[in-house]
């Protein structure tokens, strides 16, 4: 199983978002990421991206993905397919842009149940209600790093609680 950069996840979530009719905010977005990162770990025992999530006041935040995305405010995200890396290729001395990674399908198949899960929630308050009762939350000072173990312990057990409100 590969790892994957946050914002190569984002833009999968966006994309499959968009496409199903149920367009994600920042706020959700983030919430999704969460999900998706417990789901992973879960149901694979690997990360399914290395940035940190952090405990906010509106519940977890991936802050690599909240300030790349926080152009959009409140409003939804487009879709981001032109969402490309910046590398500095050291032969040439230039920086050139490579297209974000292809994310395998056993991880498309696990975010795509996530994403399905709460594709009826338009108000991403509910999920910031529903973080705040579970405990990798609530048991994480904020601005402190909610790690990645403790995620992966608290939803082995409660499973359930990672798909749907």
């Keep these: 199983m590969m790892k994957y950069g946050v914002i190569d996840i984002s833009t999968y979530i966006i994309g499959y978002s968009n496409k199903i009719d149920s367009p994600v905010s920042n706020l959700k977005l ?32 991936v802050v690599e993905a909240y300030q790349y995305y926080r152009k959009y405010g409140r409003e939804n995200i487009p879709n981001q397919e ?44 509910e999920l910031v209600r529903k973080t705040h009762e579970e405990d990798p939350w609530k048991n994480t000072k904020l601005n402190q790093e909610i790690k990645c173990e403790e995620i992966r312990k608290y939803y082995k057990t409660q499973r359930e609680k990672i798909y749907g409100v």
């Design 30 to 61: 983030q919430k999704l990421l969460y999900y998706s990162q417990a789901a992973v770990l879960v149901e694979t025992g690997e990360k399914c991206f290395d940035a940190p999530i952090m405990a906010w006041e509106f519940g977890p935040v």
């Design 82 to 125: 032109e969402n490309k890396a910046m590398k500095f290729d050291e032969k040439t001395m230039r920086i050139v842009y490579e297209l974000s990674k292809e994310i395998d399908l056993i991880t498309k198949k696990i975010i795509n149940k996530v994403v399905d899960s709460y594709s009826k929630v338009n108000n991403p308050f």
